[in-house]
């Protein structure tokens, strides 16, 4: 009967002598029968009559330079033994390696895995204005928020603004300053001398218009740099493009007033109509109307306010993104605001250009003229600047200290040329600021008559200055 029979003697007794133990996938000593062999050595069985596994350990040792080839490194009997001092690995190396597929991926990296390949992946960093929202996804930070630096989370945009200390604020505010308090020194000259000859022939009621203007295009600087509120952003949808409208709507009726005369006084003995100081603030103050009703018109559609802009300064390093805290005026808004006064600047300059031939020293035309020639030529620059920084990462700061640096020095150009030699002759030379020959109209026509025959090279007539024109 063979010993793998059920029920034979060998089986019989093993069942007899077989000491009972844990479950054959976990031998031990106390699971095997120990029965006396033919030499005298114990022989152990289990209970299916097998004996216990024993089995020597090798490894291919390449990097032994000393014993290259096969080497014992532990041994299995019923348990594993490892003799670890005399492993090797790749490189000579004798620490374990680690035995996985992939290493744990580092905050702010998401796990993507690989294809057919379970327990592996690859781990991908969250870029741009990403962070990890769970093990294997990136999400991208809301418009107004940018990551934190180990792209875990997301936090609040730094908001920013134009301060006063920033250089593109102390330039413009320098210069409106002193626009401000040369202003304000002809202002307080012509109202201290108001009755002298030279402050009535410059035409006093629009004189004081246009100061105005100036002196509000100065100002302008101010709002365009203060923290934006609803207040400040009003008043710079107000006074941006006012202080212009004022000033060029009362050199264009004083330009508009000296072309009429002269060519009726070409043509007829009879004045034209609208010449007085009230038709002249009459005129001015129509030209003035359409753009505040522009600016009201405005604020009726779009009512002034705030707004953090996080697209303008949004650099592809999150680190560096920033919300600009501005008003609700965007370029084309600012150009549109501003095209009034362009109209007039230009319309003012034709008529400038028309009253060239006027008598030399013959009232404001040619230093009217000579100040719109130069304003032309500052906003011609001041457009370039103005659009060329759209890609700049400090395009508000730039194109703030463009618009009101340009808006001072065109000031600066009509208050020099208009009123800077008047205060000179009023101040320092008091005894040429006399009354000179009153002249009618008829005498205008003369001039103007002459102003015709003399409009040659060598033409030598003089026409004597009228300062009441």
């Excluded at 490894?59 to 594993?80: A, C, D, E, K, R």
């Excluded at 999400?139 to 200390?165: F, G, Q, S, Y």
């Excluded at 207040?231 to 107000?238: E, I, M, T, Y």
């Excluded at 808006?407 to 008047?422: F, I, Q």
Aim: with cysteine; glycine share 6%; net charge positive.
């Amino acid at each position: 009967m063979s010993r793998g029979a059920p029920n034979g003697p060998y089986q019989q007794l093993l069942k007899r002598f077989y000491i009972s133990g844990p479950h054959p996938s976990t031998p031990s000593k106390t699971g095997f029968l120990c029965l006396p062999g033919s030499a005298g050595t114990s022989v152990l069985f289990n209970e299916n009559g097998d004996a216990p596994g024993r089995y020597d350990i090798f490894q291919f040792q390449m990097t032994n330079h000393s014993h290259p080839g096969y080497h014992v490194i532990g041994q299995w009997t019923n348990n594993l033994r490892l003799n670890l001092e005399e492993m090797q690995w790749s490189g000579g190396d004798k620490s374990v390696p680690e035995s996985i597929c992939s290493f744990p991926c580092k905050p702010g990296e998401r796990k993507k895995m690989v294809k057919g390949v379970p327990c592996c992946w690859h781990c991908e960093l969250c870029d741009g204005y990403q962070y990890q929202l769970d093990e294997f996804t990136c999400e991208m930070c809301p418009t107004d928020m940018r990551p934190v630096p180990n792209r875990t989370a997301c936090c609040p945009t730094p908001i920013i603004k134009l301060e006063w200390n920033s250089p593109w604020a102390l330039v413009p505010a320098s210069l409106a300053m002193l626009g401000i308090l040369a202003t304000s020194a002809v202002v307080v000259t012509f109202i201290r001398f108001n009755d002298t000859p030279i402050v009535r022939a410059s035409g006093r009621e629009l004189s004081y218009v246009l100061l105005t203007g100036i002196f509000l295009i100065y100002l302008i600087t101010f709002l365009m740099i203060a923290e934006p509120g609803v207040a400040v952003c009003a008043f710079r949808r107000l006074l941006l493009g006012l202080g212009m409208a004022i000033t060029y709507s009362a050199m264009l009726t004083k330009t508009n007033r000296i072309y009429r005369i002269f060519e009726q006084g070409k043509k007829s003995v009879t004045p034209p109509k609208f010449i007085s100081p009230t038709s002249q603030l009459a005129i001015t103050f129509i030209l003035i109307s359409v753009q505040v009703l522009g600016v009201f018109m405005w604020f009726a559609v779009v009512p002034p306010h705030t707004i953090i802009d996080y697209e303008e300064l949004r650099p592809p390093n999150p680190d560096l993104a920033r919300g600009i805290l501005k008003c609700d005026m965007s370029d084309l808004s600012i150009i549109c605001c501003l095209s009034y006064s362009i109209v007039l600047m230009v319309t003012c300059t034709v008529y400038a250009v028309k009253s060239r031939g006027v008598p030399e020293t013959f009232n404001e035309a040619k230093p009217i003229g000579f100040t719109m020639y130069t304003t032309c030529i500052v906003w011609l620059a001041f457009v370039p600047i103005f659009f060329g920084t759209a890609q700049s990462t400090e395009k508000m700061f730039i194109q703030t200290a463009t618009l009101t640096v340009s808006m001072s020095l065109s000031a600066s150009v009509s208050l020099g040329m208009l009123y800077m030699p008047k205060v000179y002759v009023i101040v320092f030379h008091p005894e040429q600021n006399v009354q000179k020959r009153k002249r009618s109209f008829k005498a205008v026509v003369q001039a103007a008559t002459l102003s015709q025959k003399t409009d040659k090279p060598n033409g030598d007539t003089k026409i004597e200055p009228d300062r009441t024109q």
